[in-house]
């Protein structure tokens, strides 16, 4: 080792040295910390793509070491910039279909957490580490203040002047139709085909059920479903599906 290598070892070790136990305790706490930040917010970031994918199934709230992220994701850039890119994508398909002039090409819109947010009630209700609460959900749905998804809003217009027919098919009772009818007129949304609610007999169905089923009613209208946009896959799947399906993030709740 040479001279200069020597002092340098030697002025290393006497700072270390003057370090107080408290000060080096601290130090490798923080370390620690931030490593188990760190590793928390890749397993989160990996489970948020298991939900997208749907491999992630049946599960009722967020995982507790996830909330912070997912707080972070649905509050920040990131969520409008993925919707952004669902959306964009939507747009590229509606632009590549010929629509013919008989009113009965269709695109189907789910509503909540795909035309309205509800971000904001989540946001004092633990982005979805809480089991959901209906009592609580119904009462923020009754005041009909759920904003637009700006890219959702974007695109909706643009259908409407593509000659697009527009339905929403929400699993919101029926009993919920003016306060939702309210909540989208006041959001933006206007001039579509046809809202569907779940009706008394619909209560106790799952929704992949549900929503294919009125789908299938929507064929034996004469419809033809080109497209459809969910936040959930039981908006998505089941038979009949549309010509192409677009799913919206949403790392909140799950509904099978």
């Given at each position: 080792?040479?001279?200069?290598r020597?002092?340098?070892?030697?002025?290393?070790?006497?700072?270390?040295?003057?370090e107080?136990?408290?000060?080096?305790l601290r130090?490798?706490?923080?370390?620690?910390?931030?490593?188990a930040?760190a590793?928390?917010?890749l397993y989160?970031?990996?489970w948020?793509?298991?939900?997208?994918?749907?491999?992630a199934?049946?599960w009722?709230?967020?995982?507790f070491?996830?909330?912070?992220?997912?707080?972070?994701?649905?509050s920040?850039a990131?969520?409008?910039?993925?919707?952004d890119?669902v959306?964009?994508?939507?747009l590229?398909?509606?632009?590549?279909v010929?629509?013919?002039?008989d009113g009965?090409?269709a695109?189907?819109?789910?509503?909540?957490?795909t035309?309205?947010?509800?971000?904001?009630?989540?946001?004092?209700?633990?982005?979805?580490?809480?089991?959901?609460n209906?009592?609580s959900?119904?009462e923020?749905v009754?005041?009909?203040?759920?904003?637009?998804?700006a890219?959702s809003?974007r695109?909706?217009?643009e259908?409407l002047?593509?000659?697009?027919?527009?339905?929403?098919?929400?699993g919101?009772?029926?009993?919920?139709?003016?306060?939702?009818?309210?909540n989208l007129?006041?959001?933006?949304?206007h001039?579509?085909?046809?809202l569907i609610?779940r009706?008394?007999?619909d209560?106790?169905?799952?929704?992949?059920?549900f929503k294919?089923?009125?789908?299938?009613?929507l064929e034996g209208?004469?419809?033809?479903?080109l497209a459809?946009s969910g936040?959930q896959?039981?908006d998505?799947?089941g038979?009949?599906?549309?010509q192409?399906?677009?799913k919206h993030?949403?790392?909140?709740?799950?509904?099978?």
């Open positions: 080792m040479g001279p200069f020597f002092l340098l070892l030697f002025f290393f070790l006497g700072v270390v040295a003057a107080s136990p408290q000060t080096i130090t490798t706490t923080q370390a620690v910390a931030a490593s930040f590793y928390d917010h989160c970031d990996s948020r793509l298991s939900v997208e994918t749907n491999n199934r049946f009722r709230t967020v995982p070491r996830c909330s912070e992220f997912v707080q972070e994701y649905m920040g990131r969520y409008a910039s993925d919707t890119i959306v964009d994508e939507s590229a398909f509606a632009r590549s010929q629509i013919a002039n009965n090409d695109w189907i819109f789910d509503v909540d957490e035309l309205l947010s509800n971000v904001p009630y989540y946001a004092i209700n633990g982005f979805g580490t809480k089991v959901f209906e009592t959900f119904n923020w009754d005041k009909a203040r759920a904003p637009a998804l890219a809003l695109l909706y217009e259908l002047v593509s000659g697009f027919q527009i339905i929403l098919l929400t919101r009772n029926e009993a919920q139709r003016k306060v939702t009818v309210e007129l006041h959001a933006g949304y001039s579509w085909r046809s609610f009706e008394d007999s209560m106790g169905k799952p929704a992949v059920v294919s089923g009125r789908r299938a009613e209208q004469g419809f033809r479903i459809s936040d896959w039981s998505l799947l038979f009949p599906m549309a192409r399906s677009f993030p949403n790392p909140m709740y799950y509904i099978g």
